[in-house]
C-alpha cells in the first residue's frame, strides 16, 4: 500500500484552479521532490497534504487525498492529530521564540507523549541526535533558539517535526534561506531521515532533487506533467 493515494486532486482559491487534477500514489519510504517554477502550485500541492492550507478561507480542496487508506478531508480525525503523522518544515527557519529544548518539547507536551521529565528529556535528546543538532546544542538546551544560526535553526525545526515521531515530514524548499554548508547538511539529515520517515520535498533546484529524492515530478501551471525515477529524469540522453 503506498502512503498516499491521491486520485483527481484540485485546488481552487475562489474561481482559480491552482491545482488541476493530480492523481499520484507516494510510496512509504520514499523521498520525492515536487519542482517547478514559482507560482506552479507547488506550496499549494504540499500544504493539501496535512491540510495546512485550511486556514486559507478562499482554498478549496477536491478529490481524494488518502493517507494509508483515509482520506484526510473526509475523517473524522482532527487536524491536531493529522499535524502530528505529517509534520511540516518551512523555507524560513521558525523556531518559535523560546529555549532550544522547549521548542522540540512543545509538540512532545502538547500531544502528551511524555508523562516524565525524563521520557522528555529522551525525546528531546534523540530527536536533536536525528536532527544532527545534538553536540551543537547539548551545552546550550535552555538557551534561545533564535541565538542559533540559520543552518542549525533549521535543523532545529527538522528536530521539532521530528520529536512527535511522524509518519510523514514535508519540506517546502527547506534549504531555500540557507547557506551551502547548512544546505549540504540538511541534505545529508534528508537522505538519514529517509529511513523512517516518507519525506516530500518542494524545491526549486533540480540539483537539490538529483540530489536527495528517488522520484521527481514536475509541475507546470498547476499540472503534474512529468514523474519519474529521479535517476532516469536527470540521466544524459
Ligand atoms: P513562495 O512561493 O516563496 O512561498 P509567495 O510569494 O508565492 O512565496 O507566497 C507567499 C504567501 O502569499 C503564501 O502564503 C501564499 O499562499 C500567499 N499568496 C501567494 N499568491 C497569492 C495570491 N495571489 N493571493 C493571496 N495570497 C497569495
Ligand atoms: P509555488 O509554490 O509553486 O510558488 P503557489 O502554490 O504558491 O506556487 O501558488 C500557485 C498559484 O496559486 C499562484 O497563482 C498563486 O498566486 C496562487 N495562490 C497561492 N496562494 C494563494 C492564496 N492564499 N490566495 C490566492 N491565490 C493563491
Redo the contacts with the bound molecule.
Keep these: 500500500d503506498p502512503k498516499y493515494k491521491l486520485r483527481n486532486v484540485e485546488v481552487f ?1 475562489d474561481d482559480a484552479r491552482a491545482i488541476k487534477n493530480i492523481s499520484l500514489d507516494i510510496g512509504r519510504n520514499e523521498v520525492i521532490s515536487f519542482i517547478g517554477p ?2 506552479c502550485g ?3 500541492f504540499l500544504r493539501c497534504l496535512n491540510r495546512m ?1 485550511d486556514s ?1 478561507d478562499i482554498c478549496r480542496v477536491k478529490g481524494e487525498l488518502l493517507l494509508d487508506g483515509e482520506d484526510i478531508y473526509r475523517s473524522k480525525n482532527d487536524v491536531v492529530e493529522l499535524r502530528a503523522r505529517v509534520g511540516m518544515v518551512f ?1 524560513k527557519p521558525n523556531p518559535f521564540p523560546k529555549s532550544i529544548y522547549d521548542n522540540v518539547a512543545y509538540g512532545p507536551r502538547i500531544h502528551g507523549l511524555a508523562n516524565r521529565k525524563a521520557d522528555l528529556d529522551e525525546i528531546v535528546e534523540s530527536s536533536l541526535r536525528k536532527a544532527g543538532l545534538w553536540n551543537e546544542a547539548k551545552d546550550r538546551l535552555h538557551g534561545m533558539a533564535t541565538g542559533m544560526s540559520g543552518g542549525q535553526q533549521q535543523r532545529l525545526c527538522i528536530a521539532r517535526a521530528i520529536a512527535v515521531s511522524p509518519e510523514v515530514i514535508l519540506m ?2 527547506p534549504c ?1 534561506a540557507l547557506d551551502p554548508i547548512a544546505t549540504a547538511k540538511v541534505e545529508e539529515l534528508i537522505a538519514e531521515m529517509s529511513e523512517s520517515f516518507t519525506i516530500v520535498i518542494v524545491t526549486h533546484s533540480m540539483q537539490q532533487a538529483a540530489r536527495v529524492s528517488n522520484r521527481t515530478a514536475f509541475f507546470h501551471l498547476g499540472h503534474l506533467v512529468e514523474v519519474n525515477e529521479t535517476t532516469k529524469v536527470f540521466t544524459a540522453p
Design positions: 482559491y514559482s507560482g507547488k506550496s499549494t492550507n486559507i523555507q517546502d524548499e531555500s
